[in-house]
């Protein structure tokens, strides 16, 4: 597979590969598959003298404008008990084909490494090279040129061919550096043992604004306290590369602490990201006392084919059992169960779009009221299309002990949405408003120097503090695999969860009244069963009737709640319609509905059944 790493307008971008493992080339992603856990294996290290081990941290080759960057960070290490110099020797990147370029020291490595410490050395220089090189060796010199002719000793040669990134066109990705999406990977060329995995990505739309969540499981495996490196994950469509942005910052792991971390990439309102790469910042001064400020390539993700089977799925659910949680939300009490308890759709009429209308129990399993959670929900289509949810506008603020309540939801689909095949998602919603800044995509080829000759400097930090700043994202509670429930065929039996409603007797009569006109009332004979423990109030859905003539016609409408004052209730039950109309017309419909209004100010209905006389 062909994906080069790529360069931004603002920031100059120098990739290597990964030295991190030996996992194979994967040629697809495929999110069905099982996640094997990772073998960390750190750099190889390499003895300098007698007291400097040293390993390679990053190796660099990348085709410029002016030519080719070569270029290389490496680690040394003092494994003695006093300060040691950094020795004075050329360092080379050899070419396969036994060419030598000398490597220019960074102005900013240091001069001298502390007893039982670690520095980072960086080496660049640029080659009028337009065939590009293919780097074989990284070695170490030791020049005498107080003798003639001057005298050169090999020190130290380290091979890079599984290390260097050959450039950003046409440039095959290293096996070692390519993950599935799901994998957990750790990166050791950071010298972290923190594992990573991406787990979930979702879309937020707002005005003409758009942009991907992505969710990052960060897992800490060791016995001691770690920090999340500083690393940026870049959103890849085709040939662009879309800068991104952490919404957490200081983030630390305790010894076995897992914790998620969400990046931000803002996008065009049809881009479809199909790959990230992880990338860290190096820097070197140059002899000017320049900085010169590139990223690396770290490690290569790719999504899925589609992106919605991305989406990490429970598997087939089942209605009204408990949904499986992730246990790091902060959203979700522990002895607070979250059930699907209704899921319909049906066309609106004249409207050109389908309604979905899902029902969730959530039932309080403590000793003590719990509050009520405002988790997002979305569903996905078999085809990828996602459909944000509408909570009803109004809710109680607590769960009695051990009893239940219902929260309604609400999705606009398009008409040609069969219902088959849905995902649906819940999530913990964070945040307020939108990033602030434009999307940072450029072609692949772009990069290198400014208009003025400089070196572009990193990705934009004003951009990215105000996408942490302000920013809406939305953290993965739960998906699952769900099914439309068929409306029942019942005519005489109204079931809207958790009440079942059965008409025993209905009748539609007319009255007539000089200030009115032709008014008409509805009677009915009500037989209406609770679930047991799950509570209703005044936020919960209502009764709708609306009144059609013999031309189709709607002339009235009224809505009866289940609580509350003028409420339905067992038994008789008369309702009045005033269409105020002087001409007598049947045959009369009636159509009944379950409503609710949505936190949009919407009325969304469900049709349940129709009475004609």
Known sequence: MKSPWKSTATTVVLTAALLASATPALAAADSKSAVVKPAVQ?????????????????????????????GAVVRMKNTGAKLVRVPE???????????????????????????????ELSYLTTVDSAGGVELGELTWVDIDVYVYPKKETPKLSIPITEVAWSGTDNAEIPSAS??????????????????????????????????SIIQVLLTNPSKKREKLPDIVLEGKSGLKTYDSALVESGVALEPGEQKYVHFVIPTELNTELDAFNIVTTEKYINDQKEPVTYRVGRVHVLLPDKQSDALPVQGKYAFGEAMKMDPLNNLIHPDMSVSLVELHMEENEGDGFNTAIAKFRLTNKSSRPLGIPSFATDLVSSDGYTYSGSRQGQTS?????????????????????????????LYEAQGSASPAVKAPASDASAGGPDKDGKEASASDAAAGASLKGAVSFKSLLTAYKVDVQPQPESKDLFALYPLNVKVNLWDISAVYNLQQGYNYRLKLMLDIKQEKDVLIDRTFSQLQFDMYDSGGTLISSISHPFFGQNKLQNGTNILNFSPNTEELGFPITIKVYEAFENDKGETVKRLLGSFKQ
Not at 46 to 70: F, H, M, S, W
Not at 91 to 115: A, D, H, N
Not at 180 to 199: Q, R, V
Request: charged content about 25%.
């Open 397 to 425: 603020a607590r769960v009695l002990p051990n009893a239940s309540y219902i929260v309604s939801y609400s999705y606009v689909l398009p008409a040609s949405e069969t219902g088959e095949e849905l995902k649906l998602a």
């Open 178 to 211: 390519v993950k599935k999406w799901g994998e957990s990977f750790t990166i050791s060329s950071l010298d972290t043992p923190l594992e990573f995995k991406l787990s979930n990505i979702s879309r937020n739309y707002e005005g003409n604004k758009a942009s």
């Open 89 to 119: 020797y050329e360092v080379r990147l050899k070419t396969k084909e036994g060419v030598e370029y000398k490597l220019q020291p960074s102005l900013g490595s240091p001069k001298s490494i502390q007893p039982k410490s670690q520095a």
């Open 42 to 70: 750190a750099p190889l290290s390499y003895t300098l003298t007698q007291d400097l081990q040293v390993e390679i941290k990053t190796a660099v080759n990348e085709k410029t404008p002016d030519g080719t960057r070569l």
